[in-house]
């Protein structure tokens, strides 16, 4: 854009928030590109201003300024965007999730962007009548944990991450362990506090805007910036059993027969819902780990040593601190990896059905080609999540998400501490879903939209599946302009 627009847009931007210089920072300002909060540092972005609101109405000035300039729009939550995106993450279970690691917020994906920080929307109160918690966008999953269990011992099911943002997290599904006995973290939304593109301010539920609140519950980063969540909360558990496996194993058809094993179990149609595995496999072998929410007596009756070989290094815990409760093996191994610094990295996700499960066939073929084919990085690994149970309760059509018949994910990792992804890396991730999927010709396995790959063909169809035609729609209706806008995000039909 033209020098004099982008003055213009200094100024209206700086109005927006007050005049306060501190809560908005220009790409023409000294050391701008040291401020850019960069997560994956595979995909540089530089916005044209990262705003700091604290108000609704501050959020809506900056959008009816950037709309007025010519901008493009995004929101930063958590800032997990695995593409530094917007509005989006998951951090899954491991919603790290990265559901969850998924994510989640970004920088719009896309140069000249405006971002608006939600950092200040801290806001946080539970109703003593309803238990419904009203929070700001803003706050971080580990703070919400925090917070909601001092105000009577309450919880919702979300990833384990816990410096993720709660506005990406929450709007694009947000799994995690407690996701098959609660559902998702979206489904526990009840209301929510919405600036459309129009700038106009409303509140979206089931009975009022009840397009905006479809499109909100997982597809948001392309419609709207959600400042605030009422959400339907839960009696935390009091007692858990937390497990993990380990397997230093380097023979190919050891490691796969223990996934054989898990993948029978976790497939199996009367499987506990208290029950939340996963497997990860990397370079050092193989780790099966997890919670299960019941006493030690239940977790005793479940018998795992009946659906695989226990290793020597097992370790059993009894929980009774529902702030402990929410570990994660694949967080605490990302962790280990990048320690909270961010890296370049690539990243796939791959959901399965009852229907497309990998065959005995099919993971004696993928655990070949994940000991056989070149990674260019010693710094790998893969993650595989049950879900299912309360997830699956809720119709596709229901919410924007629409990975509902999904029982598990795989999450595949690629990271390099020394410079950019390369072709050969990317080339082994993107091999490995292929053949996952070559055992069910024509099988729809999607993408989960909080693990963001730059690199799918067709992004909005993998992420949203048969929601795409109705997204669009409301697309159309609520945000023609494509203002809310990221290379992934829903656009409307032309």
């Not at 790290?96 to 998924?102: D, E, K, V």
């Not at 059993?241 to 199996?268: C, H, M, P």
Request: glycine share 10%; hydrophobic share 40%.
């Amino acid at each position: 854009m033209g020098n004099a627009q982008s003055i213009a847009g200094h100024d209206c931007l700086l109005a927006a928030v007050g005049h306060n210089p501190s809560m908005v920072t220009f790409q023409t300002d000294a050391f701008f590109t040291f401020r850019i909060p960069l997560y994956n540092l595979n995909t540089p972005v530089i916005p044209a201003a990262i705003t700091y609101p604290s108000t609704t109405e501050q959020v809506a000035s900056i959008v009816s300024c950037a709309v007025d300039n010519g901008y493009k729009v995004q929101a930063r939550s958590g800032g997990h965007s695995y593409a530094n995106y917007g509005a989006s993450l998951e951090s899954t279970q491991g919603s790290h999730n990265l559901a969850n690691l998924s994510f989640l917020t970004g920088l719009g994906g896309i140069d000249g962007a405006v971002v608006v920080d939600l950092k200040h929307f801290q806001q946080f109160s539970v109703d003593p009548d309803t238990l419904v918690a009203t929070i700001g966008a803003g706050t971080l999953l580990g703070d919400l944990q925090t917070r909601l269990d001092h105000a009577g011992g309450r919880a919702v099911a979300h990833g384990t991450c816990p410096q993720v943002g709660t506005g990406g997290h929450f709007t694009i599904g947000g799994l995690g362990p407690l996701s098959r006995e609660w559902g998702m973290a979206l489904d526990h939304i009840v209301e929510a506090e919405v600036v459309l593109a129009n700038s106009t301010i409303i509140r979206a539920s089931e009975t009022h805007n009840q397009d905006v609140f479809f499109a909100i519950k997982g597809a948001a980063a392309g419609f709207a910036i959600v400042t605030e969540f009422k959400l339907h909360t839960h009696e935390a558990p009091r007692e858990a059993v937390q497990y993990s496996f380990v397997w230093n194993v380097g023979n190919t058809s050891e490691k796969a027969e223990l996934f054989k094993d898990w993948q029978r179990l976790i497939s199996s149609k009367d499987l506990s819902r208290k029950f939340a595995s996963e497997l990860i496999v990397s370079v050092a072998g193989v780790v099966i780990s997890g919670t299960y929410f019941g006493t030690k007596e239940e977790w005793d009756a479940f018998k795992i040593e009946k659906h695989f070989p226990l290793s020597n290094s097992a370790n059993i815990v009894t929980l009774t601190d529902w702030m402990g409760m929410l570990g994660s093996g694949a967080e605490s191994l990302m962790e280990s990896v990048v320690g909270g610094i961010p890296v370049p990295f690539y990243a796939k996700s791959m959901s399965f059905t009852p229907e497309n499960l990998i065959p005995d066939s099919g993971v004696d073929a993928m655990f070949k080609y994940i000991d056989t084919t070149n990674k260019d990085t010693t710094v790998w690994f893969i993650i595989f999540n049950v879900e299912g149970g309360a997830t699956n309760d809720i119709p596709i059509n229901a919410t924007a998400y629409a990975h509902r018949e999904a029982i598990m994910w795989m999450q595949s990792y690629a990271v390099n501490l020394l410079g950019p992804i390369s072709t050969t890396t990317k080339k082994f991730l993107n091999g490995l879903n292929a053949v996952a999927a070559s055992y069910h010709p024509g099988a729809d396995f999607g993408a989960y939209p909080g693990y963001v790959d730059p690199q799918l063909i067709d992004p909005q169809s993998s992420y949203w599946g048969p929601n795409l035609p109705r997204l669009q729609t409301i697309k159309a209706d609520i945000d023609p302009h494509n203002v809310f806008h990221n290379p992934q995000s829903v656009q409307a039909l032309s």
